[in-house]
C-alpha cells in the first residue's frame, strides 16, 4: 500500500487501516515506491529526504491502530547497477520486508507509466518482455527482496506478445525458489487495462510447480482500494493447488493456511 509521499497516491496511512479494520484484514503493509539514488528520477515516489517522514507516517498508524497489525516496507525499483543504494537504503530503518518491483526495462521507460503509453507503439513486446523477465530474474537473485511485486506488470495496458513466454517465466521462478524469494497476487491488475491479477495464472501454476511462496497485496493507491477484490486472488491461489500463504515481519517470513 502506497502512501501520498509517492505523488500518485490519496489518503494518509490513517485511512487505510480504517478501512483494513472495515474490510476484516487482521495484518497489512505498507510499502510505498522507494526513493531513488537521483530525486529527479522521475515524479512518481518520494524524495529521499522524506524517508524518516514516511517511516513516523507508518509509525503514526501503527500507534493509532494497535488493533491491527501494521507492517513497515518499501516497494523497491530494481534496475541493474542500483545495488549499492538498495543495501544502503536497507540498513536505514528495520522494515519489515522489500517487495523488489521492476517497472523500469530502460532508464527513462517505465513499462506501467500512463503518461509513456505511446512507447509501446514502438516496441515489440516480446522484446518488452524479456527484458522484463530478465530484470525481475536478476532481482530475484540479488537476495534483497522478500518477495517480487506484480511479476507481469508489462500486461498493464493489454499488450501481450504472440511469442511464448514460458522460457522466461521458468528462469524468474527458478530465481526465485532458489533465492528463497516470494511473489505477490496483486490484485491492481483487476483494475487496470488488462482485467487480471498479476501474475497470470500460467506464472502461478508455475510458481506453485517450482515451490515458490506466494503473498497477497492489493497495491492499495487510496483507501478505498485497500484489500479488493482479495476473495478472488485466494480463489485463485487455491485453484492453482496452494495451501499456504506467507507474510513478513523483521525480514522473515512466516507461513500461515490459506
Ligand atoms: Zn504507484
Ligand atoms: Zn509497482
Redesign the pocket.
Known sequence: M?TPL?R??TGEPGDYARRALEVGLTEIGFSD?SPMRQDGFDD?RMRFDQLDEYVESVRKAQKDFPQLTIRLALEVDYLPGQEDWIRALAARHPWDYFIGSVHYVSDNWAVDNPSKLSEWTHRDAFEVWSVYFDRLTRAAETGFFETIGHADLPKKFGHRPTHDCTPLYEQFLTAAMKHDCAIELNTAGLRKDCREIYPSREILQLAFQKGVPITFGSDA?APEEVGMNFAEAIQLAREVGFKECCRFAARKRDRTRL
Open positions: 502506497h509517492c500518485h497516491a515506491h512518481w493507491h
